[in-house]
């Protein structure tokens, strides 16, 4: 049984591996090795929008072969990586790109719960701090009465 189980599991992974290998279909690849390359290290960094998980060199999804194509089309025009990653993101938006470029919207974005987060605990602290001060230990008059005549009642 267990080597029926070691069987499957192998035959499983292949099976989930092997669209990858197959996402890039022959008839895209450039004949010039440096240029198929660059558009392979580019066609990993951006986002198929239809898996949204996967890049498109990974997806084999329509969407996924048409931008394939177009980054393959723009380096054999002789655009460098930077041009073709802008002319895809200024077509799809940053979405496409699956690290994100830095920007003062994308540190707001991920700062924005940190600072949220530190602002309520100094207003926690703060508020403690407060109710500590008002809160006073000494007794009334008419407690220290009463205790009193608690006590000297022996």
Same mark, same amino acid.
């Given at each position: 049984?267990?080597?029926?189980s070691?069987?499957?599991?192998?035959?499983?992974?292949t099976?989930?591996?092997?669209?990858?290998?197959?996402?890039v279909?022959?008839?895209? *690849? +450039?004949v010039?090795?440096?240029?198929?390359?660059?558009?392979?290290?580019?066609?990993?960094?951006?986002?198929?929008?239809?898996?949204?998980?996967?890049? =498109?060199?990974?997806?084999?999804? $329509?969407?996924?072969? $048409?931008?394939?194509?177009?980054?393959?089309?723009?380096?054999?025009?002789?655009?460098?990586?930077?041009? *073709?990653?802008?002319? =895809?993101?200024?077509?799809?938006?940053?979405? *496409?790109? +699956?690290?994100?470029?830095?920007?003062?919207?994308?540190?707001?974005?991920?700062?924005?719960? *940190?600072?949220?987060?530190?602002?309520?605990?100094?207003? =926690?602290?703060?508020?403690? /701090?407060? /109710?500590?001060?008002?809160?006073?230990?000494a007794?009334?008059?008419?407690?220290?009465?009463?205790l009193?005549?608690?006590l000297? /009642?022996?």
């Amino acid at each position: 049984m267990t080597r029926f189980s070691l069987a499957s599991l192998v035959l499983l992974l292949t099976l989930v591996f092997a669209g990858a290998a197959f996402a890039v279909r022959p008839d895209e *690849v +450039l004949v010039d090795p440096a240029l198929e390359a660059r558009a392979r290290a580019l066609s990993e960094g951006l986002r198929c929008m239809v898996c949204q998980n996967q890049s =498109i060199d990974e997806s084999d999804a $329509d969407l996924a072969r $048409d931008l394939r194509i177009v980054v393959r089309q723009r380096l054999v025009a002789g655009d460098t990586d930077q041009q *073709v990653m802008d002319y =895809i993101v200024s077509r799809y938006g940053e979405f *496409v790109l +699956l690290k994100p470029r830095f920007s003062l919207r994308n540190a707001l974005l991920w700062g924005t719960p *940190v600072l949220l987060l530190f602002a309520g605990g100094i207003l =926690i602290v703060l508020n403690v /701090r407060s /109710r500590r001060s008002t809160a006073s230990d000494a007794l009334t008059a008419e407690e220290q009465a009463a205790l009193d005549a608690i006590l000297h /009642r022996d």
